[in-house]
C-alpha cells in the first residue's frame, strides 16, 4: 500500500506565498507522474499541475506563472510553489501520484494512482 501525506497549507494574505509538499511512502518502486489538485467550495476538483517523470510540467491556465511544480525523485516527494496568490486560489489541495508499485508494474507500465487527503489553503485578508 502506498500513502500521501500532504503538508504547507495554511491563512495567507492576498499576494503572499506558500509551498506545498507531497511525500508518498510505502510499497513504491517508482513514482511516475505527479501532480496538484484542487477543490474548492462548490466546485468540482480540477488539475492544478502536472509533472512526468522526465520533469515536463503542465499547469492550468489559472496558475501559470504563479505556480511552480517540482520533484525529488530520491525522496518520492514532490512540491507546489505557489506564490501572488489570489482569494480564488483557496480551496482544499489534493495531491496525486501514479505509481509503479514493482518493478514488474515499471516494465508493464501498469502504474496505480494515488491521492492525498487533501490540505486547506486559504487567501484572505
Known amino acids: 500500500q502506498v500513502q500521501l501525506v500532504e503538508s504547507g497549507g495554511g491563512l495567507v494574505q492576498p499576494g503572499g506565498s506558500l509551498r506545498l509538499s507531497c511525500a508518498a511512502s510505502g510499497s513504491i518502486f517508482k513514482v511516475n507522474a505527479m501532480a496538484w489538485y484542487r477543490q474548492a467550495p462548490g466546485k468540482l476538483r480540477e488539475s492544478v499541475a502536472t509533472?512526468?517523470?522526465?520533469?515536463?510540467?503542465v499547469y492550468a491556465d489559472s496558475v501559470k506563472g504563479r505556480f511552480t511544480i517540482s520533484r525529488d525523485n530520491a525522496k518520492n516527494t514532490w512540491y507546489l510553489q505557489m506564490n501572488s496568490l489570489k482569494p480564488e486560489d483557496t480551496a482544499v489541495y489534493y495531491c496525486?501520484?501514479?505509481?509503479?508499485?514493482?518493478?514488474?508494474?515499471?516494465?508493464?507500465?501498469?502504474?496505480?494512482?494515488?491521492w492525498g487527503k487533501g490540505t486547506l489553503v486559504t487567501v484572505s485578508s
Open positions: 509533472i512526468t517523470s522526465r520533469g515536463n510540467s
Open positions: 496525486n501520484g501514479n505509481i509503479f508499485n514493482f518493478y514488474r508494474d515499471y516494465e508493464r507500465r501498469t502504474g496505480m494512482d494515488y
